[in-house]
């Protein structure tokens, strides 16, 4: 019984040393979670402040990259998306640091995974702006050439061409942060294919018209009065070597 009791004690006693050494962490981790929440408030007011000073929302506008947020269902100004980004990254920066703080083994090695996996994110999410701008350039100057040439699917074309990029580049992004990467690929493949298959048979179905003009000798196209002259000229001097 007093070999029980004194292994009871001695656990709690060790018990409480842990908790008693735990304590300190466990303060320094919520100080520094409330004041990296109010130095990250006072820096996203002082952003938005500078903000209004540039007229940073009217730039935006002039740059088109507020057409390019509207696109991605969001309404709100520039100048407050980029200061919730700078919120929300200064949030996070200080909750890894106060987690950080705890000393804990497990936590240390998640913290540096992430920090190791930054990078690979900050270059997806480059890879997904920039595609996502290049893929509306060229959705657009495929618009405007397919409707310059009189193509009757051109917008049906150019929103093909825009889908295509926008997996190429989402197959991009997913491939730099090393997600499920057979899967990518195999996915990408089936609506890679999709896609170019979706593209030919527009490109069939339009191109009939055309095929039907080329092989009747260019029937339905407008004819200048000198072709016609020059053909009935033709004509007649086929018919005086006849007879």
């Given at each position: 019984?007093?070999?029980?009791m004194e292994?009871?004690l001695?656990s709690l006693?060790?018990?409480?040393?842990t908790?008693l050494?735990?304590?300190p962490?466990?303060?320094?981790m919520l100080i520094?979670?409330i004041?990296?929440?109010?130095?990250?408030r006072l820096?996203?007011?002082l952003?938005l402040?500078?903000?209004r000073i540039?007229?940073?929302?009217?730039?935006c506008?002039?740059?088109?990259?507020?057409?390019?947020i509207r696109?991605g269902d969001i309404?709100?100004k520039?100048?407050?998306v980029f200061?919730?980004?700078?919120y929300?990254f200064l949030i996070?920066?200080f909750?890894?640091i106060?987690?950080?703080?705890?000393r804990l083994?497990?936590?240390?090695?998640l913290?540096s995974q992430?920090f190791?996996?930054?990078?690979?994110?900050?270059?997806?999410?480059?890879?997904?702006?920039?595609?996502?701008?290049f893929?509306g350039?060229?959705s657009?100057?495929?618009?405007?050439t397919?409707?310059?040439?009189?193509?009757?699917?051109?917008?049906i074309l150019?929103e093909?061409?825009r889908l295509?990029?926008?997996v190429l580049?989402?197959?991009m992004a997913?491939e730099q942060?090393?997600?499920?990467p057979?899967?990518v690929?195999a996915?990408?493949?089936?609506?890679f294919?999709g896609?170019?298959?979706?593209l030919a048979?527009?490109f069939?179905?339009?191109?009939?018209?055309a095929?039907?003009?080329?092989?009747?000798?260019?029937e339905?196209r407008?004819?200048?009065p000198?072709?016609k002259?020059?053909?009935?000229?033709?004509?007649?001097e086929r018919?005086a070597?006849?007879f």
């Amino acid at each position: 019984m007093d070999n029980f009791m004194e292994l009871l004690l001695h656990s709690l006693r060790a018990f409480g040393i842990t908790i008693l050494q735990f304590v300190p962490n466990l303060l320094a981790m919520l100080i520094i979670f409330i004041a990296g929440y109010l130095f990250s408030r006072l820096i996203k007011l002082l952003f938005l402040r500078v903000f209004r000073i540039i007229n940073f929302d009217s730039w935006c506008d002039k740059a088109g990259l507020t057409a390019i947020i509207r696109k991605g269902d969001i309404w709100s100004k520039p100048s407050d998306v980029f200061g919730g980004l700078i919120y929300w990254f200064l949030i996070i920066l200080f909750l890894v640091i106060g987690l950080s703080a705890l000393r804990l083994q497990t936590i240390d090695n998640l913290i540096s995974q992430f920090f190791l996996y930054i990078p690979r994110a900050f270059s997806a999410l480059v890879i997904l702006i920039a595609g996502y701008i290049f893929a509306g350039f060229i959705s657009r100057a495929v618009l405007i050439t397919a409707v310059n040439s009189g193509y009757h699917y051109a917008k049906i074309l150019a929103e093909a061409v825009r889908l295509l990029l926008i997996v190429l580049i989402l197959a991009m992004a997913l491939e730099q942060l090393r997600i499920a990467p057979g899967i990518v690929i195999a996915a990408f493949s089936i609506v890679f294919g999709g896609i170019i298959l979706a593209l030919a048979i527009a490109f069939g179905v339009g191109g009939i018209d055309a095929a039907k003009r080329i092989i009747n000798g260019g029937e339905g196209r407008p004819v200048s009065p000198e072709s016609k002259d020059k053909k009935k000229n033709n004509e007649k001097e086929r018919d005086a070597e006849y007879f």
